[in-house]
Each structure stands twice: as C-alpha cells, then as structure tokens.
C-alpha cells in the first residue's frame, strides 16, 4: 500500500492538533480558576472517550486519505474547508463567550449564573461549541474524501454527544441558580 497525501491537507490536520493543543492549555488555566472558586467536575468517565475520538478523528483523516488515495475533490474539498473555518470561528467564539468557564471537560462553579452571551444567547442553539465539533469532524476528513473517518466520528460523537450534554445539563442545572425567564433545561 502507498502513501498518497496532499502536504497542504497534512498541514492542515496538523494545525488542528495544534489549536486542539491550545484548547487544553486554555482548558487547563480555566479548570484551576474553576476548581479555585468551588468547581465541581462532572462527566470523568466519558472525557478519556472524548479525548480518544477527537485523537482517532485527526489520525484517521491522515491514514484514510493517505493510505486509500483519497484524492483531493474541489467541489467537495473547498465547501468542507470553508465548513471546518466556520466550525473553529464558533469554537472561539464560545471560548471566549465563557471566558474563564470554558472547558473541555464538566466543570461547573455552584452558584454562577447561566452564560447568556456570544452565540449562548441564542436560545434556540442550547449548545453551539458541541455544534462546531459535529461540524468540524464531518467536515475534516471530507476536506479530501475521507469519509469512512467522516461517518465513524459522527456516528460515535453523536452517541458521546448524548451521553455529554446529558451531563452537562445535569450539572448545570444542579449548580446554578435558575434564570428569570428561562425554562429549566
């Protein structure tokens, strides 16, 4: 078997491990301000199935469209590139829209209020950082035609997804007190 892969697509890849990369030092600064201030983690047992998906998601467009040829198709390369620009313009925008309380995993300070700003304004768009990471992993690995890759992590993140926002809805609404207004979630 050989190895066919465009540089640009691998260097693509490699720059998202690399904001994956920055996310957890972000991640890792906003848990000690979390945990500082009476944080309480929820969900650790999904979060090593997490960290494994999104790995397997980054080396999975690599060997897919490096070792079965997938080639590079503009008229779905170029749409699924602009999807994966999206997706990370949203990721940043819920990061900063949390600030301190963006994370990767469940961390949730009892008492703090609902964040009702950035795209969390949007009621009827309950969890857009997890909206950026379905359209993320499908797009990727469809940048060039990997969609053996596209298929399994949706698939497997929207059965994490259930298990997450479960939790996360959970934990929130034990720890934070209700807002005037707005339905319990």
């Known amino acids: 078997m050989t190895w066919h892969l465009s540089t640009w697509y691998l260097l693509l890849v490699l720059l998202v491990g690399a904001e994956r990369l920055a996310e957890l030092v972000v991640a890792r600064r906003n848990a000690r301000w979390s945990l500082a201030r009476g944080g309480v983690v929820y969900g650790r047992g999904h979060y090593p199935w997490m960290v494994a998906l999104h790995t397997g998601l980054l080396a999975g467009c690599l060997l897919e469209a490096g070792l079965a040829g997938r ?13 994966v620009a999206a997706a990370q313009a949203l990721r940043w925008w819920c990061i900063a829209a949390l600030g301190p309380r963006w994370n990767t995993q469940v961390i949730v300070v009892p008492g703090l209020p609902l964040v009702e700003r950035g795209p969390y304004r949007l009621s009827w768009l309950r969890h857009p950082n997890y909206v950026a990471v379905a359209a993320e992993g499908a797009a990727l690995p469809l940048v060039h035609g990997a969609w053996v890759t596209a298929a399994v992590f949706t698939v497997l993140n929207a059965a994490l997804m259930v298990v997450r926002i479960r939790c ?11 807002v005037p207004g707005r339905a319990p979630a």
């Open 71 to 83: 080639p590079f198709v503009p008229a779905l390369g170029w749409p699924m590139l602009a999807v």
């Open 168 to 178: 996360e809805d959970a934990a929130l609404a034990v720890a934070a007190p209700p």
